[in-house]
């Protein structure tokens, strides 16, 4: 069992940044993927990064390729999620995951966070 925390959201301005963290429990947290996604209201929660077990690999989402950045710490047991140059749509409750196999999909990952809110203000 793995428990996820997130926290960093926040009120910024177009063009601000912020750093997400995650916070796992579980002494296994080293061998998981571990994802971030988002959901806007109305809409479908979407990927938005994800690093593998070891940090050496990552993926983005298109919309934030270039802005975002995604790192683990194993030894904090904490994933972070650097958002740079915000835009208004960047909007949403942003969720992290923990998940066994390295993907984009929901259903790829089993342990999900209470999410935190981002809000970008234009």
């Known amino acids: 069992q793995v428990q996820l925390v997130e926290s960093g959201g926040g009120l910024v301005q177009t063009g601000g940044s912020l750093r997400l963290s995650c916070v796992a429990s579980?002494?296994?947290?080293?061998?998981?993927?571990l994802g971030w996604f988002r959901q806007a209201p109305d809409k479908e929660r979407e990927f938005v990064a994800t690093i593998h077990w070891g940090g050496y690999i990552t993926n983005y989402a298109d919309s934030v390729k270039g802005r975002f950045t995604i790192s683990r710490d194993n030894a904090k047991n904490t994933v972070y999620l650097h958002m740079n140059t915000l835009k208004p749509e960047d909007t949403a409750v942003y969720y992290c995951?923990?998940?066994?196999?390295?993907?984009?999909?929901?259903?790829?990952?089993?342990?999900w966070g209470q999410g935190t809110q981002v809000t970008v203000s234009s």
């Open positions: 995951a923990a998940g066994p196999t390295f993907g984009v999909r929901r259903n790829q990952y089993v342990y």
């Open positions: 579980g002494r296994t947290f080293g061998r998981y993927v």
